[in-house]
């Protein structure tokens, strides 16, 4: 059976469509066709900020099983001023904007001109349905063919997301959480072969037929990508934008509606099943997160290992602590707990630890190995002992049998960051590593989504001969604007605001007159990409976001969790030269 379109009639006067209606969306499930979707849009109910504390600061062992939560006050451990202290804890206020129409900030420095600019480009990338804004479409550059350029994905929505919500404009975030779960509960399938039933969809976008006057919603879970590989980041992404929606705004009824519960908990037993895999970090495919084409990140990538534990952590402050919910709370503890242990053990990585693995005996046997994954001292790359200065450090692209890809991946280390994986010390140190390794990591355009870039031969062999990532191109060593939002989120976080500031400046110089480009090659990131789309959205959003949470670092509180003290570092390791 091959996924529904769903036909629903446009109505001339779009004063008679105010409410999203169970009709918008068909859904094969019997109880989704039975919801009551007018609730969705009431009046927000407002919590204090009180509560809104005590469910941030409930610790795993805290959210155990038969354990009552006790509300101590807890702050996150930074090197800077107290101003940053309890960050987390506060709710964004409601309503509140942030942006251009701030005449000045609080830290003293006037809005950019091209500030302006960019909300501009961002609104008219809004895409409607029915006659509200359900998303942003991934770019407006219309000097290309389409693609799949003019859909709304679940991934680049979420900076976008971000933006409108510290502008105080929550309702389009709220409508994009409602449809994406609503086409979550399609049949998925592709070739035949059905997909798990909480797998988010990668993209989604509205046909219009003015012949028959109606609108369709079309989802893509993987059928129409490159390599057919369905997304595993999106349901994270989803379960960490709707937690962000509740800290923005204090409106728990979202959160607590029975289909997004049920939602989250799709998502979770998708990514708790046991098997055969001994390890707690997820096995994935290429091309299942940002980096979408083959790219040699088969295994246990940083990014999707960030992201599951991120959104491990919303899920457990989002969560009901009913029967079904308790259930999925304890579970997700226990990963937690040994989640935490894995990749503070196994894949990070500073001097200390790459001169023990330059030392590693193989054919170890046993549990008293200490090299557990046989790794051979002598694949290690040339280009990591210039890269690691003598301070800092940072997680590994990924690890698994006889293999450790020592590539540094930006978007998986700041989720480490902003997610408290990365304990305080490591973060000091992940932020070091930036600063000592500028040029090649940030250089004339942030940011390096990978570092470095694979070449000659092993190109050809990890890549496949893929022509869009040659060196320094796309994802292999290309310039990404978009991650500047997620660097300035780490930077904030850990107290160097002095490091977004440089990056936001240098993206200045460039980014509007370059037209908003998806990224950019060489290096340095001194080139336009060869095929980057302009107008690009999540340029243009992250761009914004990085400039208000500077602006205002309490937006931090909507996208980063506070370290949980019961999740203790392994003392026997270095984590970095300040331990």
Known sequence: MSTPDVDVDVN?????????????????????????????????????IDRQRSLDERSLSELSIGKSPRHATRAIDLNSSRF????????????????FSTPRSQIGFDPHPMVAEAWEALRRSLVYFRGQPVGTIAALDNTEENLNYDQVFVRDFVPSALAFLMNGEPEIVKNFILKTLRLQS?????????????????????????????????????ESAIGRVAPVDSGFWWIILLRAYTKSTGDTSLAELPECQKGMRLILSLCLSEGFDTFPTLLCADGCCMIDRRMGVYGYPIEIQALFFMALRCALLLLKQDDEGKEFIERIVKRLH???????????????????????????????????????????????????????????GNVSPARMDFRWFCLGNCIAILSSLATPE??????????????????EMPLKVCYPAMETHEWRIITGCDPKNTRWSYHNGGSWPVLLWLLTAACVKTGRPQIARRAIEISEARLLKDHWPEYYDGKLGRYIGKQSRKAQTWSIAGYLVAKMMLEDPSHLGMIAIEEDKQMKPILRRSYSWTL
């Open 186 to 222: 399609w049949e998925k399938k592709i070739d035949r072969f059905q997909l798990g039933e909480g797998v988010m969809p990668a993209s989604f976008k509205v046909l219009h037929d003015p012949v028959r006057n109606n609108e369709t919603l079309i989802a893509d879970f993987g």
């Open 426 to 443: 490591q973060s000091t140190a992940i932020m070091d590593l930036i600063e000592s390794r500028w040029e090649e990591l940030v250089g």
């Open 338 to 396: 040994a989640l935490s242990y894995h990749m503070r053990s196994y894949f990070w990585l500073d001097l200390k630890q790459l001169n023990d693995i330059y030392r590693f005996k193989t054919e170890e046997y046993s549990h008293t190995a200490v090299n557990k994954f046989n790794v051979m001292p002598d694949s290690l790359p040339e280009w990591v002992f210039d890269f690691m200065p003598v301070y800092g450090g940072y997680f590994i």
């Open 12 to 48: 001339q006067n779009q004063n008679q469509n105010k409410n999203v209606k169970a009709e918008d969306i068909l859904c094969p499930l019997a109880e989704y066709e039975e919801c009551d979707f007018s609730k969705l849009l009431e009046k927000p109910r407002l919590l204090n």
């Open 84 to 99: 940053f202290e309890q960050l987390d804890s506060i709710c964004s206020p409601v309503g509140r904007r942030s942006g």
